[in-house]
């Protein structure tokens, strides 16, 4: 992906524009070393933190299933 198409994804993200696919793919294209321009930063931030707030709540809720689970019996 060149730059100018990133530079317009990223955009598209901030604006909530993009497509849970599209979001993927910046997330990967975000790792590449052709990516590694400090402009690219707070989005690389952000969605790392999203990312790890997504895991922690599917821990979460995994969590409470079981515990649901085991009281209903």
Do not use: C, I, Q
């Not at 994804?9 to 070393?33: D, H, I, K, Q, S």
């Not at 790392?48 to 969590?63: D, E, F, I, M, V």
């Amino acid at each position: 992906m060149n730059k100018a198409a990133l530079d317009e994804l990223v955009r598209r993200y901030w604006e909530a524009e993009t497509t849970p696919e599209e979001e993927r793919r910046l997330a990967f294209w975000l790792l590449e070393p052709e990516a590694a321009d400090a402009r690219y930063d707070e989005v690389r931030a952000v969605m790392g933190l999203l990312a790890t707030g997504r895991r922690l709540h599917r821990a979460k809720r995994k969590r409470t299933t079981r515990s649901e689970e085991r009281f209903s019996r």
